[in-house]
């Protein structure tokens, strides 16, 4: 049946224009080059693929398609014409439609109400005609086979994957050319990814064309007539998809040359004393009654590698009694222990570099000083009185030894760069003298120069007996830092690579595997 | 050993900075004294009995409760919060005390600190529900406080059925006029809470986590600090000086009524908003708020010797204190945040 | 003791805030609008009513408040609530004396006695409407001239006195003010300034020491009721000034012990305990077949001074 349609859309690709056509789109954020070079053609009638890795493009490349984002370069036609949207409205105008990862829902409205929006039918008063909203929106949702929803009801009253078939509804309420699905079954259980491909199959037989997002490739495979990989920003290839293969797929999004970049010469400094242990631990949102067992020495660095969603900032959080988890057992050096604060877990010795350093890791509106010390103020007071000649010195110690580059310890955080901002909440910790540091993403936003410095200075922590557990989605990161590496996808650890097994393709098939098994049984 | 070297400090700069004097909040701080001045100097310069030892004295005595409140208010806005209940508050607690400075047979002494205790106390545990309520059902202050403002007002008509209480110990009626070098004496009071304040805020561990609550709650959190006891701390010490005001209207004006203190809490708001507190926390000085209590203070007095009409004069201060906010949004901009 | 008394208040509220079946017609039924019950002067109102009706029994009482001075919202739900319950007599102390013309109008088409106490509506949004409804109240303006002429006496022509005013907008403040003028003229007294304290004490004593800042040679003040008086003898305590005479109105009991010692040279009791029970009285004969009300029912007020102080 498929294969039909595949055969049918190449058909058609061959002796039709393309709906949509880029060339060379270039686009800079700052100094990060988010797009490097995207070119891509949509037939009109095809669902396309588009994956990569994080960080890929892919977003950037839906944000510039529908007119959030300028590109600083390039060209885009759509059916023929020269085509740049400057507001997302623009592009719905031209018949381009995009359901969100994030939702874009008003819970409190109805489903009629939401649906319609952007157009709610009006009298000449402008009152809005209840009675043709609510017959247009029972259509729009009839169309795509979802009858067993209430027009009338909230938004609210919707489980995710109901939400997520509205979004398509209305969407699809214009009249669309193009519908671009960012990660639409990434919320979706495998009966309700059925129902999306049925829509899908049939949005194509009507000359819709699709760009289709994902993480899933199996999913690529089923539904999508051709794929486009992209790689740091540039297009790598464009395919059939009965050309390729998954083991194709996953070499061109990782890419051959990054391999070199292992250091094998490095050795493990793990202790055989072992610092941190979980036995079928559960955070809050784990759907899986096993949940995560692991154990990390001292003096051992362990990579926890894995796609958005995976899971791994919520392992982490859990660790951290950032968010209590829901059961299962963490031992420290040993002793089974449960925190019920992020006080407690600090108490025991673990410090958490959380992901979002503006929003969870630092004041940056205070003092660095007073951010290096917001975890260990009962070391530089005394009855409760701050001592800042205490805190100053320990700030310009912890500052030499990280080789912090700031104004003064008196000066806010806000002024330092991503690297010496990221080195302040490294600091944090350090003042605390941990037994066991969590890292998650601890090079985001951070430039290369200080990238290569936060790394030395985390082989230097294991070198002291720190043990340390590090999330990470660049995956060279972690083949750098880690002594081991744990591949988690959907909440489960899918896969463990010692040190001479280290290869991306290696993980990222753990991690695509792991979503298969998991998906559709 | 280089970084052991340089540990030896005394760079007061830095520890300026750490107590909350960065230049840019001595410039902010500087700016609302200098527009306080600018005030004065009008004043002084078109009515002829503003710059008179007897109106200084008062200026001092009329801001002195709000200047209390405001000082409460500090700490909550800080964190962030809000307390809309001070007015009724008050009340509660002048009642609460007046019903225990006339309890009979009591010596001048007992009845005096009997009363303070019972007037802070109530202040106390007021302002710890206040604070207890938002932080453990994560609820924004301004809903709780302004079921609070409903609470203590009705429970201030209840205990006193609706009326008055007056008669005090005249001594204790006495001090509330008392002078010291033509200074109030409760006035004087005020400053010393306004110090303590100060030191609490800028050199104490406890007043370092209000200000980092105010800017970014996550990372306290993170950094191992109980949320909970910091805000309910935060309202229950602004709940304890709504108590000290209450003992300090009831020493000035000899009466306790239960009808007292209505719209308060928005003075004492518009101090702290003027001495450039930042309504969204983590920013502001309580020297500030006593710049800010201080600038409406003397407008409020410098405007009727000005022989402006009240109703000019409302409109007067509203426009102040807007103006007070739109200067300190461009003053943001200008220095950078 | 007290809680029995709020239990009381709350019982009645809720007694007329429900549509309850039209009461056995043997008695009468009065509907009492009252203001804000946290005020001493209508709650000591209430209670006259209330002894009152006791004392008679030959009628029924339900009364209502309000939970403030402004809040107008709960008179005009209570005197419709009255209307649907169709008791025999509405009176009513208005919040307001234009708002509350046409909930009236509608209970005396519907065959209600209304009788309108304490604050006369207003006489052209009654002719609007087309009512003739008579008021039975105190002189707020009387009362005001009898105690501002104590004090014009008492200073002499050309003495220079302050006005304190009540609430801006509020009939008994605005008649109390003119009062105080008419006295003011008949005195040949100088007025300095006029000011509102809006009826509290703090502001009262903050304002009137900033006006004697600028005047120092005040020699009298017209407070429009005694909570302000007692700021502005707090005031003049303060400043050490004895030589400044004060009026007050209403006669509440703060101001007593201040009336002896010759603080507050004079106030006006308007006997507010027994305004409402005397508009209950007017309005029972009206309901029991005499002669239609007309105009304004004076009551009583009397001077109060250190001679006649209880």
């Not at chain 1, 302040?424 to 969590?438: C, E, I, Q, S, Y």
């Amino acid at each position: 049946m498929i294969n039909a349609e595949t055969v049918r859309a190449q058909a058609a690709g061959v002796s039709t224009p393309p709906v949509l056509e880029l060339h060379d789109v270039k686009k800079s954020f700052g100094g990060t080059r988010a797009l490097n070079g995207v070119s891509l053609s949509i037939q009109p009638g095809e669902v396309h693929g588009l994956i990569g890795e994080n960080g890929a493009g892919k977003s950037t490349l839906i944000k510039v398609l529908c007119g959030i984002v300028r590109p600083d370069e390039g060209a885009i036609n759509l059916a023929g014409r020269p085509y740049m949207p400057t507001t997302p409205r623009e592009a719905k105008v031209n018949g381009l439609q995009v359901v969100h990862q994030e939702f874009n829902l008003l819970p409190y409205l109805s489903v009629a109400e939401n649906i319609f929006i952007e157009h709610l039918p009006r009298n000449a008063l402008g009152i809005v005609k209840r009675q043709e909203m609510h017959a247009g929106a029972r259509a729009a949702l009839d169309a795509i086979g979802l009858s067993d929803i209430d027009v009338h009801w909230p938004v609210e009253r919707l489980g995710i994957a109901h939400r997520q078939l509205v979004e398509v509804a209305r969407a699809l309420m214009t009249e669309s050319r193009i519908l671009i699905l960012d990660e639409p079954t990434a919320t979706l259980t495998a009966r309700e990814t059925e129902r999306l491909f049925a829509i899908i199959n049939d949005l194509r037989s009507r000359g819709v064309s699709i760009i289709f997002v994902s993480h899933h490739l199996d999913e690529v495979f089923r539904i999508c007539d051709r794929v486009t990989v992209l790689r740091n920003g540039e297009t790598v290839f464009s395919r059939s998809i009965a050309a390729t293969s998954q083991d194709e797929l996953v070499r061109a999004m990782v890419g051959r040359k990054l391999q070199q970049q292992m250091a094998s010469e490095i050795v493990s400094l793990a202790r055989p004393e072992e610092a941190l242990s979980l036995v079928n631990f559960r955070h809050l949102q784990s759907p899986h009654a096993h949940g995560i067992s692991l154990r990390l020495h001292r003096g051992e660095i362990l990579g926890i590698a894995g796609l958005v969603g995976s899971g791994r900032t919520e392992l982490l959080r859990a660790i951290a009694a950032a968010e209590l988890p829901l059961s299962g057992e963490l031992r420290l050096e040993g002793a089974p222990i449960s925190f019920r604060s992020p006080r407690e877990a600090i108490n025991a010795g673990i410090g958490f570099v959380t992901e979002d350093r503006k929003e969870e890791g630092l004041i940056l509106n205070m003092p660095i000083a007073a951010n290096v010390t917001l975890a260990s103020l009962a070391d530089v007071s005394r009855a409760g009185i701050l001592d800042a000649k205490a805190e100053i010195a320990v700030t310009q110690r912890l500052g030499a030894e990280l080789k912090l580059k700031y104004g003064g310890p008196g000066k806010n955080a806000a002024t330092l760069s991503g690297g010496n901002q990221q080195k302040v909440v490294l600091a944090k910790w350090l003042a605390r003298n941990p037994k066991v540091l969590l890292l998650d993403e601890p090079t985001r936003g951070v430039d290369v120069g200080a990238k290569a410095e936060i790394y030395a200075l985390i082989r230097q922590f294991a070198e002291r007996g720190l043990a340390l557990l590090i999330v990470s989605s660049e995956l060279p990161e972690l083949m750098t830092l880690s002594d081991r590496i744990l591949v988690m996808s959907q909440h489960r650890v899918v896969g463990e690579l010692s040190r001479p097994e280290f290869s991306e393709e290696r993980i990222l098939q753990y991690a695509y595997q792991g979503e298969q098994q998991q998906g559709r049984h | 050993m280089q970084a052991l070297e340089k540990t030896q400090v005394t760079e007061t700069d830095d520890t300026r900075r750490l107590a909350g004097w960065s230049p840019k909040v001595l410039l902010r701080d500087a700016g609302i004294g200098l527009a306080l001045l600018l005030l004065i100097v009008f004043f002084s310069v078109s009515t002829e009995h503003f710059l008179t030892p007897n109106n200084i004295s008062n200026i001092l005595t009329q801001i002195t409760i709000n200047l209390i409140l405001a000082v409460g208010m500090t700490f909550v806005i800080l964190i962030g919060g809000i307390d809309l209940s001070v007015g009724s508050m008050l009340a509660f607690c002048a009642v609460v005390g007046g019903t225990v400075l006339t309890i009979p047979d009591l010596s001048v002494f007992q009845a005096v600190a009997l009363a303070t205790l019972a007037a802070i106390g109530t202040g106390v545990v007021c302002g710890f529900l206040n604070g207890w309520i938002s932080a453990f059902w994560g609820l924004p202050s301004f809903i709780v406080t302004l079921g609070m403002l409903n609470i203590a007002r009705g429970a201030a008509l209840q205990v006193t059925d609706a009326r008055t209480i007056y008669s005090f110990p005249p001594s204790f009626n006495a001090f509330g006029s008392q002078m010291i070098f033509g200074v109030p004496v409760v006035f004087l009071i005020a400053l010393v809470l306004v110090a303590i304040a100060w030191f609490v805020l800028s050199k104490t561990v406890f007043g370092r986590l209000l200000y980092g609550i105010g800017n970014n709650e996550e990372a306290v959190r993170l950094a191992g600090h109980s949320l909970m006891f910091y805000k309910v701390a935060a309202f229950t010490i602004a709940g304890a000086l709504v108590g000290i005001a209450a003992m300090v209207y009831m020493a000035r004006l000899n009466i306790a009524s239960p009808i007292i203190g209505i719209g308060f809490e928005l003075n004492a708001i518009a101090a702290v908003i003027i001495g450039g507190t930042s309504l969204n926390g983590g920013r502001g000085t309580v020297i500030g708020t006593l710049l800010g209590a201080c600038i409406t203070g003397v407008l409020a007095n410098g405007l009727i010797l000005f022989g402006l009409s009240d109703f000019m004069r409302q409109m007067i201060t509203g426009v102040v204190i807007i103006l007070a906010v739109i200067i300190d949004k461009y003053r943001e901009r200008l220095t950078g945040v | 003791m007290k809680f029995s008394r709020f239990a009381s208040i709350v019982a009645l509220t809720v007694a007329t805030a429900l549509p309850t079946i039209a009461v056995a017609a043997d008695k009468p039924v009065v509907g009492l609008v009252m203001k804000s019950l946290a005020n001493d002067f209508f709650k000591n109102m209430l209670e006259g009513a209330e002894a009152h009706a006791k004392k008679r029994g030959d009628y029924e009482l339900k009364a209502i408040g309000m939970q403030n001075e402004t809040d107008f919202e709960s008179q005009l739900n209570g005197v419709e609530n009255f209307i649907t319950q169709g008791v025999d007599a509405i009176v009513i102390a208005p919040a307001d004396s234009r708002a509350m013309v046409a909930p009236l109008k509608k209970a005396m088409d519907a065959g209600i006695v209304v009788v309108n106490f304490d604050v006369s509506l207003d006489e052209q949004a009654k002719k609007d409407a087309g009512i003739d409804l008579a008021f039975v109240g105190p002189d707020n303006r009387g009362g005001a001239k009898m105690v501002g002429d104590a004090l014009a006496k008492d200073l002499g022509a050309g003495a220079k006195v302050v006005i304190l005013e009540g609430n801006p907008g509020a009939d008994n403040a605005a008649q109390r003010k003119l009062g105080f003028e008419d006295a003011i003229a008949a005195g040949k007294l100088d007025l300095l300034d006029s000011r509102t304290a809006h009826w509290e004490t703090e502001e009262a004593n903050a304002v009137f020491s900033t006006m004697l800042t600028a005047h120092p040679d005040i020699q009298g003040v017209l407070a429009a009721n005694d909570s302000m008086a007692i700021g502005v003898v707090k005031a003049l305590d303060a400043a050490g000034r004895n030589d400044i005479k004060v009026v007050g109105f209403d006669n509440v009991p703060a101001v007593a012990p201040m009336l002896k010692d010759g603080k507050l040279l004079a106030t006006v009791d308007q006997f507010g305990s027994q305004m409402a029970a005397n508009a209950i009285d007017k309005a029972l004969e009206v309901v029991a077949g005499g002669p239609k009300l007309e105009g304004w029912v004076k009551t009583d007020i009397e001077l109060v001074t250190k001679d006649n102080v209880k």
